[in-house]
T-cell receptor, first 114, second 117 residues
Framework: GNSVTQMEGPVTLSEEAFLTINCTYT??????LFWYVQYPGEGLQLLLK?????DKGSNKGFEATYRKETTSFHLEKGSVQVSDSAVYFC?????????????FGAGTRLAVHP | GEEVAQTPKHLVRGEGQKAKLYCAPI?????VFWYQQVLKNEFKFLIS????????ETGMPKERFSAKCLPNSPCSLEIQATKLEDSAVYFC???????????????FGPGTRLTVL
């Protein structure tokens, strides 16, 4: 079946530290991969995505590379800010097209302190 | 509109009562999705629509849950005889129908928090 596994949080960092949140997936076929972010009290916002192997998604200083050989899509940021504090969700869409359901990981809470 | 709208923001029901949630997708989007976020952030897919037709209902607990997307009306998710375990945030998302998978994305609404007492 299809599933997503994320590292458990919370992740607590000081401002300007390097961030990595691990995400691995299991899927049949060629999924699209996503990172969504949920700020306190808000809905999900798409952070970045990749639709095929070796694609790199990037946005707001965050990056993730679609690694088919390791079935991974780890999220990284070189220098985090307090405003990055949120819950981050890795997700996959099993088939091509935006009409397919998303399968989410459990989420990783990030807390950044000044 | 340019955003997915969900109403109400909060809903409180006594156990056994009915709950009805609404979602207005982004104008021009053909696909609508409902997800349930329970404690510890877990997201569960419930159902999706292509226009007014059910597209995928594999996540739907059919005994008490139902959903519709009718033309010229907001989509709705209804829970008959709510139970304590239905307490969650219910998110709606919409997506355009695009042939280019590199641009396909689901856009989420702000959610409806349902509390069953």
């Amino acid at each position: 079946g299809n599933s997503v596994t994320q590292m458990e949080g919370p992740v607590t960092l000081s401002e300007e530290a390097f961030l990595t949140i691990n995400c691995t997936y299991t899927a049949t076929g060629y999924p699209s991969l996503f990172w969504y972010v949920q700020y306190p009290g808000e809905g999900l916002q798409l952070l970045l995505k990749a639709t095929k192997a070796d694609d790199k998604g990037s946005n707001k200083g965050f990056e993730a590379t679609y690694r088919k050989e390791t079935t991974s899509f780890h999220l990284e940021k070189g220098s985090v800010q307090v405003s990055d504090s949120a819950v981050y969700f890795c997700a996959l869409s099993p088939f091509s097209g935006g009409y397919n359901k998303l399968i989410f990981g459990a989420g990783t809470r990030l807390a950044v302190h000044p | 509109g340019e955003e997915v709208a969900q109403t109400p923001k909060h809903l409180v029901r006594g156990e056994g009562q009915k709950a009805k949630l609404y979602c207005a997708p982004i104008k021009g989007h053909s696909y609508v999705f409902w997800y349930q976020q329970v404690l510890k952030n877990e997201f569960k897919f419930l159902i999706s629509f292509q226009n007014e037709n059910v597209f995928d209902e594999t996540g739907m607990p059919k005994e008490r849950f139902s959903a519709k997307c009718l033309p010229n009306s907001p989509c709705s998710l209804e829970i008959q005889a709510t139970k304590l375990e239905d307490s969650a945030v219910y998110f709606c998302a919409s997506s355009p129908s695009l042939p280019d998978r590199s641009t396909d994305t689901q856009y989420f609404g702000p959610g409806t928090r349902l509390t069953v007492l």
